[in-house]
């Protein structure tokens, strides 16, 4: 009954909650309670990285394990991982490859061995590892416990996933990748509530359109404009870099968010982006070179605009100024800074008349 009860409290967790480290918790504290081990863990798989990592750790030397990687195949829980197979060893001494394993690690001081890999279908998402427990691990009803724990485990991630990747989804553009416009105003109301506690209170927001986009559609279809929206997105990504965020706003235009970046500091960055993308030359990969240019407005809180309203519509306001020329960058307060007939105000602050006629603002 006590076994039972243990299966109904880790299945009531399941439904009460997707917190996966909550979870987790529960089951490896309910496998301790059974096992009674000096050193138990939770290993994930790092698929990419082809490496395990710590997601849970108790007992002795715990803490020194937070952050360590084993890669797949190396040690007790590497094998089981790269395997798939249960190990249980109740005593290394009476197991010629895990006593060797035992001495080449006396630090470990391993006495018993009860390692499980997390599995959905024929995918390994970790691993749960015992050392040193004070129970008969050889049973028949000891293995099958670990095999349902290990199978509440793995439903536990695979709900956790599936949370994130409908959060994933809700936010984010299915075209480009990049953040939605949903997004974009739950990240601005952060920033404006973030500025209310903070010193550090500005951030600049970038309205990006593409000039002559429809130009594209009509010559070569949607689908490859389709994807030169996904390349747009990706150039805008690497430019700006991780700190700052990038979002498709609709049809053919995108936006940026600067966080913690003033006046010039923006400047700079939208200019490079602006540089970068009249530069570049998309869609190589299905045999085309096309080019196209953008047209920038940029804004910045709280000096042109103290709400979310309000400096959504001034970097709105300076895209349109610059469409007037199209292929250019226009900043509120100060107006186009970029393309024929305007200047450039450069990281030091310098004026340079760029003459950018003849490039144009869409070359194939």
């Given at each position: 009954?006590?076994?039972?009860r ?13 917190e ?25 798989v ?15 030397d ?15 829980a ?68 670990l095999?349902?724990l ?46 209310a ?7 600049s ?6 000039d ?42 995108f ?17 490079r ?26 804004a ?41 007939r ?23």
């Open positions: 009954m006590d076994h039972l243990v299966f109904h409290e880790v299945a009531r967790a399941l439904t009460q909650t997707l996966l480290e909550e979870i987790l918790l529960i089951i490896m504290d309910k496998m301790a309670q059974f096992f009674g081990p000096e050193r138990w863990s939770m290993l994930m790092d698929d990419e990285a082809g490496e395990l990592y710590y997601a849970i750790a108790v007992g002795e715990s803490e020194s394990l937070q952050g360590l990687r084993v890669p797949l195949g190396q040690g007790v590497g094998w089981v991982a790269s395997t798939g197979n249960p190990l249980v060893v109740p005593d290394v001494a009476l197991d010629p490859q895990w006593y060797a394993f035992s001495k080449a690690n006396p630090d470990l001081r391993i006495q018993s061995i009860a390692c499980v890999p997390v599995r959905s279908g024929n995918q390994t998402l970790g691993v749960i590892q015992l050392l040193n427990s004070k129970l008969d691990l050889l049973s028949e009803y000891s293995i099958s416990f095999r349902i290990c199978d509440y485990a793995a439903i536990a991630i695979q709900n956790a996933r599936s949370m994130k990747l409908i959060q994933t989804l809700t936010i984010t553009d299915d075209c480009t990748g990049l953040f939605n416009s949903r997004h974009l105003y739950t990240m601005l109301d952060e920033q404006i509530a973030l500025a506690h903070s010193r550090r209170s500005d951030f927001l970038v309205f990006v359109d593409l002559r986009f429809k130009q594209i559609n009509d010559t070569h279809g949607h689908l490859v404009g389709s994807r030169l929206l996904a390349e747009v997105g990706n150039l805008m990504k690497r430019t700006l870099g991780p700190g700052n965020a990038c979002f498709r706003y609709g049809g053919d235009e936006v940026a968010l600067l966080p913690g970046l003033g006046k010039q500091a923006a400047i700079d960055a939208t200019v982006l602006w540089e970068r993308l009249r530069e570049a030359r998309f869609l190589g990969g299905q045999g085309l070179s096309l080019s196209i240019a953008g047209s920038f407005g940029l910045t809180f709280p000096e042109d605009g103290s709400t979310v309203a309000a400096v959504i519509r001034s970097a709105d306001t300076m895209m349109y100024a610059a469409k007037s020329t199209r292929d250019n960058v226009s900043v509120a307060g100060i107006g186009l800074i970029a393309g024929p305007a200047g450039l105000h450069g990281p030091t602050g310098k004026t340079t008349t760029m003459a950018a006629a003849d490039l144009g603002p869409l070359r194939n």
